[in-house]
């Protein structure tokens, strides 16, 4: 099971950032993923879900004040998160995640938002 991300950048206050997660080794199509962060010394903090077909999504609210969205392409065994009108506060290390039973990580991407 190998999760790799990409697509962190620096990017400035206001603008947006696509990050790519790639799965192998594990049938993409029948797993939900999900999407964490990590601000630095704070603990990882959950972001948001989305189903194995792709039809639902859910939010941390908190995190993601309706400006960020996930979506996947399971043909492309990909997920990816969309955020918009990023904030110096959503500077993080971003990681996907499958869902149990396998539950595993990938290797993060960093995002930094600053002027």
């Known amino acids: 099971v190998q999760l790799v991300e990409s697509g962190g950048a620096l990017v400035q206050p206001g603008g947006s950032l696509r990050l790519s997660c790639a799965a192998s080794?594990?049938?993409?199509?029948?797993?939900?993923m999900l999407w964490y962060r990590q601000i630095s010394g704070k603990g990882r903090e959950w972001v948001g879900t989305i189903t194995s077909d792709g039809r639902t999504a859910n939010y941390a609210p908190s995190v993601t004040k309706g400006r960020f969205f996930i979506s996947r392409d399971n043909a492309k065994n990909s997920v990816y998160l969309q955020m918009n009108s990023l904030e110096p506060e959503d500077t993080a290390v971003y990681y996907c995640y499958v869902s149990s039973p396998l539950s595993t990580w990938g290797q993060g991407t960093q995002v930094i938002v600053s002027s």
């Open positions: 080794g594990f049938p993409f199509r029948d797993y939900a």
